[in-house]
């Protein structure tokens, strides 16, 4: 446990001093790093801490998931939850040790930082560090790059954030025009999540959501048990108006979640911990938050051409507006999905972050 609880530690005495550095709140990785945790029946992981002079200076994990492996007829590890201060030699035998033990697990390449698959927190962020990590995102100084390339770590795949700005979002009337057309020729209606009946709305929700991206980069489905984990966690700050779909002839074709960023309250409690004072903290500072992260937004394959697209990302627009929120970060995107980022731009959103995922051959 103590072993544990010094991997846990080392960002915050790593960046704890930078306030603008969001501190995660330590419950949930430690939640996340639990041999309890849904995901550990077909996840096989390991971490380290590296010190110099006796002082925590990094840390690592890596990780061997099964069931993505047998989905993606792969053999990759996953690196993730690196930390390390800015010296190559600890970056160095942190890599080092995590890429060994990834070989004689049988992995043939190293996939990373992710914590520790594509349904995790992951991305190194490369672009975009004016403006603080919103909700379960990953954030890290500018010289981690240069720890990644020389350790011989190459570009795998780039993930896009994008920000919405209430000032910015203003549709034209032909815009608008354009979207009662396909509003009228889709027969789409809004169909919002219900607190009353929350377990087989998520049920719904996560049966779409890995419809929808199924066939993206790095996607393996969330089984069951860690839908119901993930949603577990979530409830208390979900809001039902920014966590709908859209129905079209009875059959549920899209999906939107759109979260309170608890980042900017966690700004605040930089202990990461909710005892003493972190839950009330927590618990004032959600209602006055004003940015959201909006974590899916996605429209089932088969009915593309219709163009939901549009209508789901103005919906979404909409009602984040008429409910006072100032900014809204749509994450992640691939880099390669071309139709969904030009969407978005010309939804009056700029890209604005930028986190890039590395591999190793092993």
């Not at 846990?8 to 603008?20: E, T």
């Not at 047998?70 to 690196?79: H, L, N, S, T």
């Not at 996560?206 to 393996?220: D, K, Q, S």
């Not at 880099?335 to 190793?360: D, F, P, S, V």
């Amino acid at each position: 446990m103590w072993a544990k609880r010094a991997f846990v530690d080392v960002p915050f005495r790593l960046h704890g001093r930078n306030p603008n550095w969001v501190p995660p709140l330590r419950v949930s990785v430690y939640d996340r790093l639990s041999k309890r945790h849904p995901a550990r029946a077909h996840q096989k992981w390991a971490l380290w801490t590296a010190r110099r002079n006796g002082r925590l200076a990094g840390r690592i994990g890596a990780c061997i998931d099964s069931l993505f492996n047998e989905g993606r007829q792969e053999r990759w590890a996953w690196v993730g939850f690196f930390d390390s201060i800015d010296d190559t030699a600890v970056s160095g035998r942190l890599f080092e040790v995590a890429l060994d033990w990834s070989a004689r697990q049988g992995a043939d390449v190293a996939v990373g930082p992710a914590n520790f698959t594509t349904n995790d927190e992951l991305g190194l962020l490369v672009e975009g560090f004016d403006e603080p990590a919103t909700l379960l995102t990953l954030e890290n100084p500018p010289y981690y790059q240069d720890l990644w390339l020389s350790a011989g770590w190459v570009q795998a795949m780039d993930l896009y954030g994008y920000q919405f700005h209430r000032s910015t979002v203003e549709l034209s009337e032909r815009q608008q025009r354009t979207l009662q057309r396909i509003r009228e020729r889709s027969r789409a209606s809004v169909r919002e999540l219900r607190m009353d009946q929350f377990e087989a709305d998520v049920g719904r929700f996560f049966e779409l959501y890995n419809r929808i991206w199924a066939r993206n980069w790095g996607f393996v489905p969330m089984p069951e048990a860690e839908v119901r984990h993930l949603a577990k966690q979530l409830k208390p700050i979900i809001r039902p108006r920014w966590a709908f779909g859209l129905v079209r002839d009875g059959d549920d074709v899209a999906v939107c979640l759109a979260l309170p960023d608890a980042n900017q309250v966690m700004l605040k409690v930089r202990s990461g911990r909710l005892l003493p004072t972190g839950w009330w903290a927590l618990l004032s500072g959600l209602k006055k938050v004003d940015q959201v992260r909006v974590l899916a937004l996605g429209v089932r394959p088969d009915v593309e051409n219709v163009g939901l697209g549009p209508l789901l990302y103005q919906e979404i627009v909409t009602r984040l507006s008429e409910d006072g929120v100032r900014t809204a970060e749509a994450s992640w995107t691939l880099a390669t999905n071309n139709r969904i980022n030009k969407q978005l731009e010309e939804m009056g959103a700029r890209r604005y972050k930028t986190w890039r995922l590395y591999r190793h051959s092993l």
